[in-house]
């Protein structure tokens, strides 16, 4: 009767041929790219970078410039310079209430009330002195942060532009524009100014930023290069960035002595400077029209932790000071400040600003063109502070604050355009622009405002005499450009800071349904092959399922604290050792497959060793990590003897995996095309080899020039492996008849394995031949050990399928590998240099491509190809197609499923966590590359069953 | 080598196999006295760390093991040497009694060390840090699990491939004895296995050092299985009695 069963499968196979067993695994690809383009749409918020610039000269097509003579010949620049130099001193996670009085808020702390002399000098002069609670937009990490501040956008976690890698902003920027117009910048503190701004510093004075621990280094270096500054006259700009207390939130958190002494010492810095301006603010002196600025980039929580949208991480203070005290105080209709009298008796005004519109405000203050992407608007307050702002060339009989609000509608007019200018240019090039409703919305406020300008503003002020009607045009002029201001700024901000949590949950249900969808499919494989798993050992089978799913289970409930996504290799290690122990256990009470499996145990204690390699290099960070590509030149980076062995073992192990894939494919037959595809696959070995060899050596550089070495070499390696691939391609047309299906499947599986392998290695560097041994090792040790429980007894005839078991520790072997060789879930984790390996230059197709096989090489390419190792291994004897193809496609799913269980349960934490601190640092990294890696999965996967699955039809002929 | 690491949670046995012919037995009396007596040494070991020395697991793991492993040798191999197989051959000879005796301790002793060594190699598979600064607490911590896993075994089985197979590998205790060895050692690794996870959290807490959690874990592992031994030891006792009358 089973017998019929099956006869009636196969007829059914034989209809549906080979899209039988692969049909769902097409389905299950199409399921995860709708469910993670919907899902990424909703979370991961994009913006692209415009390689565009303002230039000086820009400022013409505007209609904001009048047509009077003076100004004719004063187009070079977009505003009149207000104040001539600028300090900038960067307090990093600055709390609003460090510096505002403790009376704002319902209790005092005893961190409050620490930076006394910012109040004071408010209280004594509040029109030159102003404090600003600062709006910071999320992520509220330093380096958004500056980047937000300098380019007056709204950096989101994915920009999308030219940096390949290197941190530096390419998109215009306050610093660019400095520059540009000529004027000197100085910077000391945290380097990463240095890293985001290489060439922009007429002086720079970094401190390694990345040791939290260290709460001084970074502000003495601030402190001994300060002083001195401020009596040199060789900057226009000065910025200053003291790390203290943001090292002593992240160590000590708010409530503790240190940050108290951190405040107080900052207290006293800024007294000092604060007296040397003083000082130096006579007419003619060095800083007779200065603006002092100290600011935060972004608050924090009491705990010392930022990065999301909470009101603690967000709120931040600037406070500024000019020197030259401005004629009077910003004109009451744009003051927003509210008045407290602090401890001392003495009133005290906060007003509030965007951090946005620092960008654009500085640059009208300091007379230079706005930034291209800048999104802001001056800030009135801020704008009024400068003493330059309160001039008009012109002669009129205007009050003082006429005068001045003339001058600022001149500014927003500008500004306003600026904006439009950037609205337009993004929509028109990026792929993912704002919606048509959005940008005519916008338009219409813009052209409401204009009009206004055209016909009524620009007259009036061209006509002097009717003085009267002119200011309250110009109010209502400066009304029509905040709405359009504020307009495009909310747009901006609902489409780069906000989580669009109906796509998210829409990605989240596709999601879960693939997976019910995979299961349902292995379910369905098993009830066909019925007589299979009614014979098979059904206690073991039941029990080792259930260990990989609780395996399974404990891996994927890891992901939700961000500590284990930190620690994932380890932690994948773990669950691969305790498989190993188990899979031990097993091979004790069976007597046999003893040596297999101690090696496997052995093996994953070796592969930990070299996670924890891996790991110490993560956490010591970015900066040297470029260098060194892999971990072998790490530790070989003491002794020469070391230096010598680096170089030659590497060398020796590709000879031996040369040696062996020659003895591994002389006895079995080959067709003549695989045949080539091994040769091939040898000589390509032997041409790294010459690689590494011409890389380090002197001598042979004598005979051939460096750059067959270093750039031909690698690029014949990458033609062999399409050619290869191609030859692959080209053989499958010719059917080896001659051969059984199963030698035919392993003949296959070494020739695709034996061709990704050698660019695999190449790409690795010179820990590829090791890592490529211990994946051999291993995975010929679960091949083995995953045929343990086939007792003798049971006889040659049984079929039995292959549980979960096996290929559970074939997936955390693979991601134990991603480890092992050196990278993690991060981008700094990304081996940059290995995408410049016989490349010159910066291309981004092919070498985003190679930095995939790069990542993914020895996780997901070679484990997915080499899977069929499994099943061939499996069966002794030929059991025909359909049982091997039945076996294969279950097997593939299963690897599937367990991949998408992973990346299910990280877009899960991702959810749950997206207002959690460490979500741009560590949730979203992370849910980029299982995402990827998942893709990537299924895409191979559907791949390998196009290659490995022949056409059904002659499943009967062997049956 | 390494038989002696088992993680599978397949600590539900079947108590209807038990052959009444061939392993030694113990009444659920005795059974409660081994129990009792490696817990009050647990305790009395915390007790001298604590009030002799003033530390604790958290403040001194190191020493504090030492303690442990110290108070609970001599209570392990001298009790569980008095159930060692084929008790019976010496009811005759007094003098047999005792050599047999001896040598049980002797092979208690013995297995101190091996199993020490095995218990830290899986350790150190299973991502134990092997620098310098951890020496002495990983082989505190490795003698003190020796003393929970395999010492009772070899006192009481010697050195019979097949009943260390049958109990370790297979977790089929036979009788009331292999209960006792059996449940407590499973308890221990598999409590030391759940323990190792709070290791990686940024709690930043001192007890998250290795081997102090681990040791947390493996400690209250073998507590529960000495409890659930004894409540089968008596389950055992009460299903004979059933059958006999």
Redesign the interface.
Known sequence: MKEREIEGAARRRKITGKWGYTWHLWVTLLLHIAAIVLFTRGFLLTRTELPYYSNSSDVSESQCLYSSSHNNTTTSSWTKPAVNRLIIIVLDALRFDFVAPSTFFPESKHWMDKLKVLKEVVSKSPTSAKIFKAIADPPTTSLQRLKGLTTGGLPTFVDVGNSFGAPAIVEDNFLNQLVQSGKKVVMMGDDTWTQLFPHHFERSYPYPSFNVKDLDTVDNGCIEHLFPSLYEDDWDVLISHFLGVDHAGHIFGVDSTQMTEKLEQYNSILEKVIEVLEKESGPGRLHENTLLVVMGDHGQTLNGDHGGGGAEEVETAIFAMSVKKPPSSVPVEYDTSSCQLDLDGKNVCVSSMQQLDFAVTMSALLGIPFPYGSIGQVNPELYALGAGSWNLDVSQQLSESDIWIQNYANILCINSWQVKRYIDAYSASSAVGFSSDDLSRVASVYAQAENHWLHSTKKLRLDKRDIDALVPALKKQIESYFNFLRTVAELARSKWTEFDLRMMGAGIAIMSISLIFQVLAILRANSQDGATLASSGYAWFF?ASA?AF?LLGMRAVSFL????I??EG??A??LL??S???A???S??KGKL?KES?GF??L??FC?FGIEIGLSKQASTSAFMKEYTSWILNIASGLAVWNHAAEVVPILVLIILAFWLYKATSDIFFGWPRKIVVVCTILSYMLIIVHWITENNRYILAFMPESIGRIYIPRIVYAILLGQLLLLVFAQLFRGNSSDCKTNLVVKTTAMLSAWSSTVILLSGKQGPMVAFASIVGGYCIMRLCDIEDDAKNGPQRRLSIGPFPVMQWNLFATCLFFCSGHWCAFDGLHYGAAFIGFEEFMLVPQAIILTLDTYGFSIILPVFGLPFLVAMKYKADLGKHVLFTQLSQMYTTYGLITAIMTTFTIYCVTMHRRHLMVWGLFAPKFVFDVFGLLLTDVLICLASLYYFDQGKDAHNHN | ???R??????TVTKPSTVDASSPPKISPSEAFIVTLSSVLGLGLAFYVANSGFSIDLVTDPSRTIFFIWLVELPIVILLYSRYRQNPRQCMCLVFVCHVQYLRAVGRGLLAVPIGALLNCL?A????APVTFQFLPKTVNWSLMMSLFTTVPASCVLGSSWAHW?RI???TQPNGSVEYLICLPAHGAVIGG?FG?WPM???WERPWQEWPICVSYGAIGGYLVGLVASCVFVLACARSQHVKQT
């Open positions: 029990s260990f609780f604290s961000n500590s284990f930190l620690e380890k932690v290690n773990f050792s305790t190993g122990i188990v031990l256990r097993k004790v009470v003893l101690v145990l052995l994953s204690t930990r | 080598m390494d038989r690491k088992k993680r599978e949670k397949t899986g150190i598979a299973l991502g197979k370790f590998a297979q296995w190792a990686p959290l940024d």
